[in-house]
């Protein structure tokens, strides 16, 4: 198994840049499709953005694209999101999810492993 740990949320104000990043262990991140989703209240858990597993496709919701670039650093065993232009409606808890099988993968069922999220919460 995988462990994701996600670390990077916090409080900003619209406008802002974040950068998560999520540190894998226990496997080799390199075996694995990595994607990040994120979950406001009362809402169901969204597709945000994934990426292959040497880093040279990504896929990006509509919602993000030109705003949020997702990469890795296999060497690292890490995962980063760098969110830019963030508006209020980023505000959300924010995971990342591990997927060993297939590309592309953006729905949530089709991820096996997940960490417990950081909250990235936007100000107006």
């Known amino acids: 198994q995988v462990q994701l740990v996600e670390s990077g949320g916090g409080l900003v104000q619209a406008g802002d840049s974040l950068r998560l990043s999520c540190a894998a262990s226990?496997?080799?991140?390199?075996?694995?499709?990595m994607g990040w989703f994120r979950q406001a209240p009362g809402m169901e858990r969204e597709f945000v953005a994934a990426i292959s597993w040497s880093g040279g496709s990504t896929r990006y919701a509509d919602s993000v694209k030109g705003r949020f670039i997702i990469s890795r650093d296999n060497a690292k065993n890490t995962v980063y999101l760098e969110m830019n232009s963030l508006k209020p409606e980023d505000t959300a808890a924010y995971y990342c999810a591990a997927e060993a099988t297939g590309w592309p993968r953006t729905l949530a069922r089709e991820y096996d492993y997940w960490g417990h999220g950081t909250q990235v919460t936007v100000s107006s």
């Open positions: 226990g496997r080799t991140l390199a075996n694995y499709v």
